[in-house]
Structures are given as C-alpha cells and as structure tokens.
C-alpha cells in the first residue's frame, strides 16, 4: 500500500474505523487530518471495543506511528482521557504518537457556547455533538485561537489561556449562559497541557520525512463527505473539510504524493441531526435500531436510516477523487426479501442525478429506487468473497458500479476479522 487516503461517502459513521483499522496492517504511519473529538471511530479486536475520538485507529497496532494533524481541533483534557484509557486496555501512545504544534485546541468555553448556541436556535438547531469544534474553528478562522505548540511556554500559555476564559464568559453572558470559573477551568486545562507536552511536535516535518523514505501513509478521515463545510448539506454540517482535499492541507502533505483514494459507504444510508436525507425510510430505520445498531458512537444519538443514495456516494466519489470503494454493514441487510437502491432523485417532476446545492430544493427531492433481491442469509460469519451469498455479492457490485467507483471491501461486521477484501 502507498500513500492513502480514506474517506466516508455519505454523513459520516460509515465505518471508517474499522477499515482503517484493517488497512493499518500494512500502513507505517495513520494520521487525522481534521475534524476534532466528535468523531467516534469504533474497532473491535477479537473482544475488546474500542472508541476513537482524536487518536488514529492505527494506535492499536503496536507498529503504527500515529499523527494528529495541523487541521484537527484537537481537545486536550479529552486527549488525555483518550490516552489513559488506551493505556488502560494495555495500549502506551508514547513514542508513537504526535501531536501537530499548529493544531488548535478546543477549550471547555467552546463546549459551552457551542450549546449555547444550540439551544437559541430551537427548531432551526444545526444538530452538533456539543463538543466544541464549530466554536473552536470559528476562533481559528477570526485568528485568535491557541494552537497545541503554545503549551510547550507553559507561562505564556497560562497568560493567553486566563484572557481567553475571560474574553469568552464575555460572550456566554451575552448568550445567556452561565460563564465558568476562571482558576478551575485553567487548572484543568494546564494539567491537560503538561501531559501532553512530550507529544508535541512539527508533524509536517515529521510526515515529509517519512515520506522521502518511503513510508506507507494512512491518511484517516472523520465525518463524512456530505458534512464537509464547503460540498455538504450546508448549514448541516461540520467545521471542517472532510473530503480528501482536507486530508492534503490538514496534513501539509500535497496532493500529488497521494496514491489511492478509498470511500467508505455503508450498504444503506444514515445520517445523525438535522437536514434533507432524500433516501430515509422508517422501514430500514425499524429494522437496523431493532437490531441494536445504529447509535451514534460520540452521541449515542439513534441515526437517521434510508436506503443506499447512489446520487450521494457517486458525487462523493467526483468530490475526493475516489478510486476504491469499501462498502460496510453489508451484515445489516441479510434478512431482507428486496433491497431499494435510490438511484436519483425527482425534483418538480424532472429526473436530478446530483444533490442540488440549495437545501430547499434537496428537501423537495424524491428518492428514484431499484429494487434488487435480497439473499435472506446471515453473512457475519463469511471471510472469502466467493462464499457470500451471490445476491449480497451482485449487490454490492452494483453500489460500486452505479457509483462510478471499483469494490475493494465488503464488511459483514464490527470485527477486525469481518472484513473481506476482494
């Protein structure tokens, strides 16, 4: 494997994690290169589960060097709690695992007024995990944000830190929300700030090195295509750019030292909060939360569940460049007589094979479906590609031929074990 970026190609969840965690079999370094703590990458190995919110999934292969890009937001008594529970299950980051010094961090006054916000917008809400990415970004964007390298000056952070808790209960007052306490959110956050401080470098350096020497780099994307802040269903979306172009300038790696491309896609569609979901259907939403799945592994929010979106996933594949395409939860639809397939949408009578960018129009859009046969038999135990019922087999090569893109992996599971590649 060279240089490869994974990516989701619907709302996220797709279950990039375990991909990743998969392909770090043959990665050298895995590296985030956006978003920030409300990802939740689950992975399973043999029985122990565990969820990713900042750390890449490569952690858990004791080989892996991880990096946490310059493009995530990274929440440093977060990251410490992530790292302690590693180490908890047996799993020591130290030595391979670092920390951009131009990444910004995401304080406790983030949390507060990203639900601050939340809660004034009522009905309108954007339907964020409240972990204080938009807010954070926002500080990025207005330059007046403190990045990880500003902690290795613990003085000086102290400093920017005090007047930054203060200049923001400025605004939680005007919101109408209670402000914090000064002394005890510094404390918590400078003790954060020391620990992390061994972890802290310039990873940009790090990754071009690593890459003159031929180094095979994962790159793990969080959230989803259709929750990039520029391509998604704008304004329900993330702070960040999801798509494979935010993996290059997360990173400081150009596009041209990346190889492959691979978008994750689940065998159905979901989606967690608000905005247009043309393909959503209570009958697979029913099915798929009866059998326990489909909660959100940051919220624990229930996930919205339609059939699969070829509009969405094709448009997915132009935005990043996809070359392979890794369809999961194929296990979700086993005991189905017929399986719809949305194919593109009506729009005012008129056939629409992309989302419109205007999210009036995506909400007036109706699902096109194709009926395919389903195959009526439990696949979670299946390893090899030929032994997969031939109607789960023709199915997902269809997703991957509608969608423009080549099958690569079929997932019939949560498991490390429970994917095949083809």
Known sequence: MSNTILVGAQWGDEGKGKIIDFLTQQADIVVRAQGGANAGHTVIVGTTQYILHLIPSGILRKRTTCVIGNGVVIDPIGLVEEIDGLKKSGIDPAGRLHVSDAAHMVFPYHKAIDAAREALKGKDRIGTTMRGIGPAYGDKVDRVGLRMGS???????????????????????????????????????????????????????????????????LFEGAQGTFLDIDHGTYPYVTSSN??????????????????????????????????????????????????????????????????????????????????????????????????????????????????????????????????????QSPTDKIRTWKALPLNARRYAKALARLTGTKLSHASVGPARSQTITL
């Open 151 to 217: 902690i290795l000056n613990v003085k000086r952070f102290a400093e920017q830190l005090q007047q930054a808790i203060k200049n923001n209960n400025a605004l939680l007052k005007s919101l109408g929300a209670t402000p914090l306490p000064v002394k005890r959110t510094m404390e918590s956050v400078l003790k954060a700030a020391r620990r992390l401080k061994p972890y802290v470098t310039n990873t940009v350096q790090l990754l071009h090195e690593a890459s003159s020497k031929k180094k095979r780099i």
């Open 242 to 375: 999801t798509t494979a172009g935010g993996m290059c300038t997360g990173s400081g790696i150009a596009p041209n030292r990346i190889d492959r491309v691979i978008g994750v896609a689940k065998a159905y569609t979901t989606r967690v909060g608000e905005g247009p979901m043309p393909s959503e259907d209570r009958i697979v939403g029913d099915l798929l939360h009866g059998m326990g799945r489909e909660y959100g592994a940051t919220t624990g929010r229930e996930r919205r569940c339609g059939w699969f979106d070829v509009v969405t996933v094709r448009q997915a594949a132009m935005l990043n460049g996809i070359t392979d395409l890794a369809v999961t939860n194929l296990d979700g639809l086993d005991t189905l007589e017929s399986v719809k397939v949305c194919v593109g949408y009506l729009l005012n009578g008129k056939r629409v094979d992309h989302q419109p960018s205007d999210l009036r129009q995506l909400a007036k859009c109706r699902a096109v479906y194709e009926t395919f046969p389903g195959w």
